[in-house]
T-cell receptor, first 109, second 117 residues
């Protein structure tokens, strides 16, 4: 079966750095997405990786290793507004998205 | 403003009373999809549409119907709602659903919270 694993919850301190991991086992691979979702709101797109390596976008970076079936989202200089759930999703060989259950990130002052 | 609009945002209904959740996008997107989100389970796809008049089942289609008569609209129909359909529903769209490009980035609607008593 197809599976995406992420930690259920993480806690970090304002101003610090946090890494949210995502491991996947899917039928084929056509890209990996990270979305941010604040409580009760819609998911919004953060990043897309299809080739191995690091993609940087301001305070957020996303890394992919296709051979290991592994990605992480790195958030730097954490702010209180970064408290949200972070969703990892993989596009399989049929171009269908397989979603992880999400990681709830709690930021403490 | 480019957006996906869902209505209603909140609805409380009773078992068996047919309801429709509307979804409309103004970005000329070909691909549209419905998801439900339940605590601890993440997003689960109900139905999706690659283009007008083309719809397919997702992972959890039982108890739902959809139609895609126009490119911009993709309504979700619950013919006979049951309590296990109480959930947060999201409609989403993208330019396409395939290819190695950002054209498959999803834009989500604000969500529709449905309670079936």
């Amino acid at each position: 079966g197809q599976n995406i694993d992420q930690p259920t919850e993480m806690t970090a301190t304002e101003g610090a750095i946090v890494q949210i991991n995502c491991t996947y086992q899917t039928s084929g691979f056509n890209g990996l997405f990270w979305y941010q979702q604040h409580a009760g709101e819609a998911p919004t797109f953060l990043s897309y990786n299809v080739l191995d390596g690091l993609e940087e976008k301001g305070r957020f970076s996303s890394f992919l290793s296709r051979s290991k079936g592994y990605s992480y989202l790195l958030l730097k200089e954490l702010q209180m507004k970064d408290s949200a759930s972070y969703l990892c999703a993989v596009m399989d060989s049929n171009y269908q998205l397989i979603w992880g259950a999400g990681t709830k990130l709690i930021i403490k002052p | 403003e480019a957006q996906v609009t869902q209505n209603p945002r909140y609805l409380i209904t009773v078992t068996g009373k047919k309801l429709t959740v509307t979804c409309s996008q103004n970005m000329n997107h070909e691909y549209m999809s419905w998801y439900r989100q339940d605590p601890g389970l993440g997003l689960r796809q109900i139905y999706y549409s690659m283009n007008v008049e083309v719809t397919d089942k997702g992972d959890v289609p039982e108890g739902y119907k959809v139609s895609r008569k126009e490119k911009r609209n993709f309504p979700l129909i619950l013919e006979s709602p049951s309590p296990n359909q109480t959930s947060l529903y999201f409609c989403a769209s993208s330019f396409t659903s395939g290819g190695f490009s950002g054209a498959n980035v999803l834009t989500f609607g604000a969500g529709s919270r449905l309670t079936v008593l």
